[in-house]
């Protein structure tokens, strides 16, 4: 079965730091590129970060650019979310997510269960 | 970055109807290449992260039901649920995946009037 398993998150305090996660099972996972994505409390789904499979194509979201790092260990089948300087509005449950390619891009096809970052004094 | 609009924000249909949700993205996701539409649809019921069912517009995932479809070309597109059934009820996204940064619509929550 296809699984992906993030954990680390709970309550930080603004300006801490946090590390996220994500065991994968199931499946090749070198050969994906992994995502994260998150979703504030009441709020759409906002796309935070992306990383190929040889960790050499990575993107953010401007929202997080300069204080998140992904990365992967595909030894470990893991995938990581640094989070520094965080703020308040980075409270949201945080999934990883496989992306799938479709042509020259790819959508977000499993997805895991996603752990609650909160960000509060 | 492209931004996606869906519309209706949420709606209610009886049981057994068909429900209609809209997405508008802000430029077009067609690739001319390939003739492909990036653009994904996801369920997402309380609790639970979203689940995939539809890409390149109107491609059922494996194991979505007939009764979801997809259709649409370049900013307008449309998710179907033919005869909407009580385990539908949930919060409908769209997505493109054309450009980074990826987005998402608002979201469409779906209920049974």
């Known amino acids: 079965e296809v699984q992906l398993v993030e954990s680390g998150g709970g309550l930080v305090q603004p300006g801490g730091s946090l590390r996220l996660s994500c065991v994968v099972s199931?499946?090749?996972?070198?050969?994906?590129?992994l995502n994260w994505v998150r979703q504030a409390p009441g709020k759409r789904l906002e796309w935070i970060s992306y990383?190929?499979?040889?960790?050499?194509?990575?993107y953010y979201a401007d929202s997080v650019k300069g204080r998140f790092t992904i990365s992967r260990d595909n030894a470990k089948n893991s995938l990581y979310l640094q989070m520094s300087s965080l703020r308040v509005e980075d409270t949201a449950i945080y999934y990883c997510?496989?992306?799938?390619?479709?042509?020259?891009?790819?959508?977000?096809?499993?997805w895991g269960r996603g752990t609650l970052v909160s960000v509060s004094s | 970055d492209i931004v996606m609009t869906q519309s209706p924000d949420s709606l209610a249909v009886s049981l057994g109807e068909r429900a209609t949700i809209n997405c508008k993205s802000s430029r077009s996701v067609l690739y001319s290449s390939n003739n492909k539409n990036y653009l994904a649809w996801y369920k997402q019921k309380p609790g639970q992260p979203p689940k995939l069912l539809m890409y390149s517009a109107s491609t059922r995932e494996s194991g979505v039901p007939d009764r979801f479809s997809g259709s649409g070309s370049g900013t307008d597109f449309t998710l179907t649920i033919s005869s909407l059934q009580a385990e539908d009820v949930a919060v409908y996204y769209c997505?493109?995946?054309?450009?980074?940064?990826?987005?998402f619509g608002q979201g469409t929550k779906v209920e049974i009037k």
């Open positions: 199931g499946f090749t996972f070198n050969t994906y590129t």
């Open positions: 990383i190929n499979s040889g960790s050499n194509a990575i």
């Open positions: 997510a496989r992306e799938n390619i479709d042509g020259d891009y790819g959508y977000f096809d499993v």
């Open positions: 997505q493109q995946y054309y450009s980074t940064p990826r987005t």
